[in-house]
């Protein structure tokens, strides 16, 4: 009889555990909270590099505007362009950068693209900061000379770019007699989670790459950078400050 009735409980278990729904909740977070948990982390992550984006993008277009202004006025109403000048309008772009380590994790370039009454058109010198370096950050629109003295003067020294600078099919040209203030900035974003989830979600590029123009607006002296005593250390781009 207890054989019996033993068995008899536990042809009744499977159907008592069909009724229980005690846990259930339990259950569902435990397969839930992965997924749930992956998303967050990626609106996170996506979040935070639109706001990367946005920064980068925004030092570019106000480092462009600051180089095309930015100059000493003569007794001649021409504006002369100095190193001090172009030291300031580049560690502006280092203190909106700062939070970002814009400088430590990039490269920022600052290119004079120019065009003679000729019509023959050069990139005649460039400025940079930033610590890196390579194909991926330095200059991928041309490049100049960098050694003292010879990207300044004379106004025809420089690197012909008769096509302008940018990607191809959409280059920027300078004016006739004038110039037009080429930036990029090539940024290596860190991400907030880790490079695991970039790769993930198929994105495996962590490098972000900005570009910006203005034209000069003032009557600028295109002959050279100017450099009056006292004198301002040249950023030239053979340099890699933060």
Partial sequence: MAMLSTLSRLGRTPRRLARDNSGVALLEFAFGAPLVLMLGLYGIELANQALINLKVSQIALNLAD???????INNANIEQLREVDMNDVLQAARNQGAGINL?????????????????TQRIHWQRCIGQKSGT???????????????????????????????????????????????????YDYKPVVGQWLMSLIG?????????????????????QI??????????TCNLYPA
């Avoid at 600051?66 to 000493?72: D, F, M, Q, T, Y």
């Avoid at 400088?103 to 019509?119: A, M, Y």
């Avoid at 994105?203 to 002959?223: T, W």
């Fill in 136 to 186: 991926n950050y330095d200059s991928t629109y041309g490049t100049t000379t960098t050694t003292a003295g010879t990207d300044t003067t004379p106004a025809n020294a420089g690197t012909l770019a008769p096509s302008g600078m940018g990607d191809a099919g959409q280059q920027v040209s300078a004016p006739t007699n004038g110039g037009v203030m080429f930036v990029e900035i090539n």
């Fill in 66 to 72: 600051n180089a095309s202004r930015v100059g000493l």
């Fill in 203 to 223: 994105s495996s590029s962590l490098r972000i790459h900005y570009i910006a123009s203005f034209i000069v607006r003032d009557n600028r002296d295109f002959a």
């Fill in 103 to 119: 400088t430590t994790n990039g490269r920022v370039i600052v290119s004079s693209l120019e065009k003679d009454s000729s019509g």
């Fill in 226 to 235: 100017y450099n009056p005593s006292p004198t301002a250390t040249r950023s």
